[in-house]
């Protein structure tokens, strides 16, 4: 069973970076053809996909967020990092991390993390 649990500071100060990590357990980050995402949703809003990085190592932005946003990750300690400068009150979101599976029919993301509250507040 694959786990993925987000950790990071709840507050974030305007044009600060916010800096998150999904850990996973249950499953290697490097495993082929599975992809890491974040995802946020915003008070009110939908599901926005972030980016990803893929099990190689590739990594993949949001085109109107590519220019803030960078995913890095740590396989030795089953990691990927979500990072995203210049934050504004628009960015106060639930932030997650999911798994989907590409390279074939696309079947959605099969594991998610529980969420983390992100508050962007002087």
């Known amino acids: 069973q694959v786990q993925l649990q987000e950790s990071g500071p709840g507050l974030v100060k305007p044009s600060q970076t916010l800096s998150l990590t999904c850990t996973v357990s249950?499953?290697?980050?490097?495993?082929?053809?599975?992809?890491w995402n974040w995802i946020r949703q915003p008070p009110g809003k939908g599901l926005e996909w972030m980016g990803a990085?893929?099990?190689?190592?590739?990594?993949y932005y949001r085109p109107s967020l590519k220019s803030r946003t960078s995913i890095s990750r740590d396989t030795s300690k089953n990691q990927f990092t979500l990072q995203l400068s210049s934050v504004t009150p628009e960015d106060t979101a639930v932030y997650y991390c999911?798994?989907?599976?590409?390279?074939?029919?696309?079947?959605?993301?099969?594991?998610w993390g529980q969420g983390t509250q992100v508050t962007v507040s002087s």
């Open positions: 999911a798994r989907d599976r590409r390279g074939g029919n696309w079947t959605g993301y099969d594991y």
């Open positions: 990085i893929g099990y190689s190592g590739s990594t």
């Open positions: 249950g499953g290697s980050i490097s495993t082929d053809y599975y992809y």
